[in-house]
């Protein structure tokens, strides 16, 4: 069983940053994959988490959405069995719910995704 606590969300200016942490008391996390994804206001619960990244348990494998390349970073530290969420050059389209996610493998899909933090609410405002 993983279970997973995010923290670092707030309210930011437009421009601004903030890094959110994903923190698992599991010892075996280290060799999970964890993926990033997150819920927009408005956003009906039943549909799909949106992908914002993903690594696999060694951060060799990093995978970005679109919308966010360049502009956030995804990262851990296995020996504190956080990963991280580096946000920067905020947007008011990235205000959301933002979720870490952790499987076995890295991949872009909420579904594949067995086990899931509470989620941490980022506001971003113009």
């Known amino acids: 069983q993983v279970q997973l606590v995010e923290s670092g969300g707030g309210l930011v200016q437009a421009g601004g940053s903030l890094r959110l942490s994903c923190a698992s008391s599991?010892?075996?996390?280290?060799?999970?994959?964890v993926g990033w994804f997150r819920q927009a206001p408005g956003q009906e619960p039943g549909q799909e988490r949106k992908?914002?990244?993903?690594?696999?348990?060694?951060?060799?494998?990093?995978y970005y959405a679109d919308s966010v390349k360049g502009r956030f970073t995804i990262s851990r530290d296995n020996a504190k069995n956080t990963v991280y969420l580096q946000m920067n050059s905020l947007k008011p389209e990235d205000t959301a719910v933002y979720y870490c996610?952790?499987?076995?493998?890295?991949?872009?899909?909420?579904?594949?995704?067995?086990?899931w933090g509470q989620g941490t609410q980022v506001i971003v405002s113009s």
């Open positions: 996610a952790a499987d076995q493998e890295p991949t872009m899909r909420s579904d594949d995704y067995d086990y």
């Open positions: 992908f914002v990244a993903a690594m696999n348990w060694n951060g060799r494998i990093r």
């Open positions: 599991g010892r075996t996390f280290s060799s999970y994959a």
